[in-house]
T-cell receptor
Framework: DAGVIQSPRHEVTEMGQEVTLRCKPISGHDYLFWYRQTMMRGLELLIY????????DSGMPEDRFSAKMPNASFSTLKIQPSEPRDSAVYFCASSQDSLVQPQHFGDGTRLSIL | GENVEQHPSTLSVQEGDSAVIKCTYSDSASNYFPWYKQELGKRPQLIIDIRSNVGEKKDQRIAVTLNKTAKHFSLHITETQPEDSAVYFCAPADQTGANNLFFGTGTRLTVIP
């Protein structure tokens, strides 16, 4: 299996621009998670999906952030408009069939907002 | 929500010595206790996990012990090697998700050759 695939690996853009991060989970995995990692706040869960349905988005920082999962093999995390404080590494992870299974992480997207 | 704490936040050991990292949690419903390792610039990866019906699990140089009564579980690494240097995270969970899947704050382990 190819593992969880994220794109792009790096993104540098100016504040105010729209940013779209993409994730392809491991085939057959029912759960998909989006995390943000910073030195100050550590690894934070933003939102997770079960069978393409958003279950808990309480970690999404504000309305500028949105996430979708139109099908079982694709998810996006969008920031519009972006701000410098959004700079972080964003990870996508998937797990097989429950919340009490190992999570498999993608390589992350390093986002820099200038 | 869940309150997850790791101790220590940083740990330096000589190569060949043992390292122990402790994770305390508050949600008594937690029944899955994984440890993840994140090397610098890389993604977190599961290294060992334990479930609430087991007190200890070992995989070569790595072991995890669980004390459900006291609500803590620990990662033990024996005969440490330089490649063990990384940040380690605990992430206790239960299926309801009510604890919001918190990851611990991480422990930076440095193994000195």
């Amino acid at each position: 299996d190819a593992g969880v695939i994220q794109s792009p690996r790096h993104e540098v853009t100016e504040m105010g621009q729209e940013v779209t991060l993409r994730c392809k989970p491991i085939s057959g995995h029912d759960y998909l998670f989006w995390y943000r990692q910073t030195m100050m706040r550590g690894l934070e869960l933003l939102i997770y999906f079960n069978n393409n349905v958003p279950i808990d988005d309480s970690g999404m920082p504000e309305d500028r952030f949105s996430a979708k999962m139109p099908n079982a093999s694709f998810s996006t995390l969008k920031i519009q408009p972006s701000e410098p404080r959004d700079s972080a590494v964003y990870f996508c992870a998937s797990s097989q069939d429950s919340l009490v299974q190992p999570q498999h992480f993608g390589d992350g997207t390093r986002l820099s907002i200038l | 929500g869940e309150n997850v704490e790791q101790h220590p936040s940083t740990l330096s050991v000589q190569e060949g010595d043992s390292a122990v990292i402790k994770c305390t949690y508050s949600d008594s419903a937690s029944n899955y206790f994984p440890w993840y390792k994140q090397e610098l610039g890389k993604r977190p990866q599961l290294i060992i996990d334990i479930r609430s019906n087991v007190g200890e699990k070992k995989d070569q140089r790595i072991a995890v012990t669980l004390n459900k009564t006291a609500k803590h579980f620990s990662l033990h690494i024996t005969e440490t090697q330089p490649e063990d240097s990384a940040v380690y995270f605990c992430a206790p969970a239960d299926q309801t998700g009510a604890n919001n899947l918190f990851f611990g704050t991480g422990t930076r382990l440095t193994v000195i050759p």
